[in-house]
Structures are given as structure tokens and as C-alpha cells.
């Protein structure tokens, strides 16, 4: 369940996010073209480990078109249009997006489908890149979003936006990035299966590691609360984006297979502090906030110039820097009047260390996915 969101209303006007926007209900399944724009997204902001994450002003594009071609099951349909597909991909790193039947808004499309238990029409992808490639600023959550949404879209709106949601936490395997991405805002996500045994992995979707994990029932609210964090209008996230990738895959394999009891009380604790200087943005209870125990200790390592680019940011007037989801990507938290000051200083510290990077002050994104439809 989606929670009103009240509170986050007194501190920024925001839109609408039920079925008015994306996944109303009209038919549509005759639209011949869809265009659905994505937000980048920040997970974890320090404490918040796998379960918190912002939108921000970085953007994807997926325009789907029909094609006027064979059903997919037809043999006679030859090369590329024989799997029912055709994409191309522009933009910066568009040489390292795959435009075969294995690109991932595809596979989130077709996703869509079967659960639909439909046969999914042929169709061109056109992606227009604005969001990096590995450099945890969930580029995936992107395209998995593009697809099911494009997809939901173009079968005539049968899904709304939390039924979409629950088949993109399964696909992603876990909510931090699609969550925000989807709906906008910073939310905070939380398993509601009571009483179900630890077993280290996703209770509501199987292997939380597994893209391929089981997807639920979308009708059912797969196990998960969903709430919107206020997020104070003098907060600024600055991002450093270096000219390295870090793959999810390798941050996970650098983390402990088990926690300490104080680290696990040090991290609730901190992420509790981290929701009220969100709302309130008081300093002070950011610059404690942002420490984890979870998982940047480990990561940092994998960062060139960390270290340096840390306290470049704080001693420039930061809160704090955090790594941006699994990395290469940091974040650095700022009051609006220093946004530009440590801008500078992250850059320059990173080009001391011989790193190429691109630093920047965004906003908040406060809708979400969103199409032209």
C-alpha cells in the first residue's frame, strides 16, 4: 500500500500518482507509439541500505513503436523482426547497451506481456541515453521501467502503477531504485511479510539476486509498504560522476555474509536520524546521519580517490558524501547556498587523483515515470 502523502505535500507541491498520469484506464491498445521518460535514481543515502531511494533529474527515453510485422510466433519472419524487435540506442555509452532481444526493457517488456498472457506485438525501441551506465544512478531500474510501462501502455493500460511496481521490484530485485523511479520523490521501502524466517534472501520475490526471481501475483501488494520521505526544499544532491563504472554485481560480492548486532542497531539508528534531517533540514542531524556500517565501508575501496573526494566535499561545506546506490557515482548532500562551492571542490579533488568526473547539483524528481501516451 502506497501511503498518502501528506506530510511531503507542505514542503513541495506535487503531483498526482494514481492511474490520472501513466496507467489510466483508457484503451489504448490502438496507440501505434508510446514515449515514457524515466528519472534517475540515488539508493541507500548512507544507512539506508537497500531500502531507500530518491528520484533525481537525470533522464532515459523509450519510444516503442509497433511494427507492422508477422506475430512472433510466425516463422516466416526473418532476421532481426524474427524475434520481433528493433533497437537502437543514442546518446553517451550507447555503444554499451545491448540491441538485441536480450536488452533489458525488451526482456521487461515482454515480462509485461506474459504476464498478461499475451502475445506481445513486434515493435521498434528507440532509447535516447541521459542516465550513465553503471555507475549506480539505476540506469537498469530505468530500462526495466521503460519496458513495463511502455508495454502496460501499449496493451491498453490493463495495470496500474502498483501493480506495475510489484513486477518491477521482481525483475530488479529489490526496490530502492524502480520504487522512485516509478512514482517520484524519495520513499522508503519495507517487506510487510510478518513473521517469515530469515533466509537471506527476498521473502517477497525469491532470490534477490536473481533478476529471473518468480514474479508474483501483481494484483497482490507483493509484500511490500511503500512510503513517501519529505525531502526539505534546502536539501541539494550533487552527484560526482567519474569516467569508471563499478557493476552492482562486484559492490555485492565485497559485503559480509553476516553483521554485528551493534552495527545493525548503529545503522537503524542512523537511518531513523537520516528521515528527520531529510524533513526537517537540520544540519546538524544530516552530518551524523549520512555514517553506515553496512556496506560503504567496503565499497569505498573500490573508488578511487574516495577519501579524497570526501573530504574535499566537507571541508567545501557538505553535510556529508555517501556512494550513490553500488557506486561509481558519489553523493554529497548540500544546502542550496553551498550547492556550487562543493561542486567545485569535488571536481578538483578528483582531478588531483587523475579522475575524470562529472559533478553536478540536481533536484528532486517529484513525478516519476511518465509518458507522452
Given amino acids: ?34 514515449t515514457i521518460t524515466v528519472p534517475a535514481t540515488t539508493s541507500n543515502l548512507g544507512p539506508g541500505f537497500d531500502c531507500i531511494g530518491a528520484a533525481l533529474t537525470l533522464y532515459n527515453q523509450f519510444k516503442f513503436t509497433r511494427l507492422d510485422l508477422a506475430p512472433l510466433s510466425s516463422p516466416s519472419v526473418q532476421g532481426e523482426e524474427t524475434k520481433g524487435v528493433s533497437i537502437t540506442v543514442s546518446g553517451a555509452e550507447a555503444e554499451g547497451v545491448n540491441t538485441g532481444t536480450d536488452n533489458l526493457a525488451y526482456q521487461a517488456f515482454l515480462k509485461l506481456y506474459e504476464q498478461l498472457d499475451k502475445t506481445p506485438p513486434p515493435v521498434q525501441i528507440e532509447i535516447q541515453l541521459g542516465v550513465p551506465l ?11 521501467l521503460g519496458g513495463l510501462v511502455g508495454a502496460n501502455l501499449l496493451a491498453g493500460s490493463p495495470l496500474d502503477e502498483i501493480e506495475v511496481m510489484n513486477i518491477a521490484i521482481a525483475l530488479e530485485g529489490h526496490p530502492d531504485n524502480v520504487v522512485p523511479a516509478l512514482l517520484g520523490g524519495c520513499r522508503l521501502a519495507a517487506t510487510n511479510l510478518i513473521n517469515e524466517p530469515s533466509t537471506g534472501t527476498n521473502q517477497a520475490f525469491g532470490n534477490g539476486d536473481n533478476p529471473k526471481s518468480q ?75 549520512l555514517q553506515d556500517r553496512i556496506h560503504q565501508p567496503y565499497r569505498k575501496a573500490l573508488i578511487p580517490g574516495y577519501d579524497a573526494v570526501y573530504s574535499a566535499a566537507v571541508a567545501a561545506g557538505a553535510y556529508g558524501m555517501v556512494i550513490s546506490g553500488a557506486g561509481s557515482t558519489v553523493l554529497a548532500l548540500v544546502d542550496s547556498a553551498q550547492a556550487v562551492t562543493v561542486e567545485a571542490a569535488m571536481a578538483a579533488a578528483w582531478k588531483e587523483e587523475g579522475i575524470t568526473a562529472s559533478v553536478q547539483a540536481l533536484q528532486i524528481d517529484w513525478q516519476g515515470a511518465r509518458s507522452n501516451a
Avoid at 134 to 144: H, K, Q, W
Avoid at 259 to 269: C, K, L
Fill in 215 to 289: 514474479i508474483p501475483n501483481p494484483k497482490s501488494n507483493g509484500g511490500w509498504e511503500i512510503c513517501d520521505i519529505p525531502w526539505h526544499s534546502d536539501i541539494v544532491p550533487v552527484v560526482a560522476i567519474p569516467d569508471f563504472e563499478l557493476s552492482t554485481a562486484e559492490a555485492r560480492r565485497v559485503l559480509p555474509a553476516e553483521y554485528s548486532r551493534a552495527d545493525a542497531i548503529f545503522n537503524a539508528a542512523h537511518l531513523g536520524l537520516l528521515l528527520r534531517g531529510l524533513e526537517t533540514g537540520r544540519g546538524e542531524w544530516l552530518r551524523s546521519a
Fill in 1 to 34: 500500500m502506497i501511503q498518502s502523502r501528506g506530510m511531503l505535500e507542505k514542503l513541495h507541491p506535487l503531483p498526482t500518482l494514481t492511474a490520472d498520469w501513466v496507467f489510466r484506464k483508457l484503451k489504448m491498445s490502438s496507440i501505434p507509439s508510446v
Fill in 134 to 144: 553503471a555507475r549506480g544512478l539505476g540506469s537498469s531500474a530505468t530500462a526495466i
